[in-house]
């Protein structure tokens, strides 16, 4: 059974960091590619970023709004990926949800951005 | 960006009734591959997103086949023969051909 289960999410002020954690299991994670969705209070989607598999070197796309901001990682060791947050907005605030190229779905992660 | 427009925003219809929702791009999402990306999700209420149509209208294997997805180029279509209640949720399409992927703003199904 595929699974992904993110981890990290909370309250943080703006200009604050946070770092999102998605545990895989039940598929080849090695050769998958990553994405990570966001849906706002207005249930809203946004894709976010997408990282590729080590056959392409691990290239990563990013939408304009978080360039410079989120960066994507991931450690194949341990089926996980990860999204690092840094110079947090209020805008920013949503459930965070990893993909595997939107056929498989998280539970979603709560981001609350606000002081 | 490529925007996509869902139609209606919501449905209310009772269980057996057929429904159709209209996904309609800014751009063509015939891709240079030939294929044209344009798939759709389904958020049951409280739930993350599932999958249900890719590349148009290939059905995932375990989707009911009373779902069925049309179009090419701008316009779409997602219909279901007859709906049931475990279909009430909101319905998005996404495409995937040009970057960013975006995806509609919903459509949300109630039964009666």
């Known amino acids: 059974e595929v699974q992904l289960v993110e981890t990290g999410g909370g309250l943080v002020q703006p200009g604050k960091s946070l770092k999102l954690t998605c545990a895989t299991s039940?598929?080849?994670?090695?050769?998958?590619?990553m994405y990570w969705v966001r849906q706002s209070p207005e249930k809203r989607l946004e894709w976010i970023v997408r990282i590729k598999d080590k056959s392409h070197n691990y290239a990563t796309d990013y939408v304009e709004s978080v360039k410079g901001r989120f960066t994507i990682s991931r450690d194949d060791s341990k089926s996980s990926v990860y999204l690092q947050m840094n110079s947090l907005k209020e805008e920013d605030t949503a459930t965070y949800y990893c993909?595997?190229?939107?056929?498989?779905w998280g539970q979603g992660v709560i981001v609350t951005v606000s002081s | 960006d490529v925007v996509m427009t869902q139609t209606p925003v919501s449905l209310s219809l009772a269980i057996g009734q057929p429904a159709s929702i209209s996904c309609k791009s800014s751009q063509s999402l015939l891709g240079t591959s030939g294929k044209t990306f344009l798939n759709w999700i389904l958020q049951r209420p409280g739930q993350s997103p599932k999958r249900l149509i890719y590349q148009v209208s290939k059905l995932y294997s375990e989707v009911p086949d009373r779902f069925s997805g049309s179009g090419s180029e701008t316009e779409f279509t997602l219909k279901i023969s007859r709906v049931e209640a475990e279909d009430l949720g909101v319905y998005y399409c996404w495409q995937g051909t040009h970057f960013p992927l975006t995806f509609g703003s919903g459509t949300k199904l109630e039964i009666k």
């Open positions: 039940g598929f080849t994670f090695s050769t998958a590619w």
């Open positions: 993909t595997t190229a939107f056929d498989y």
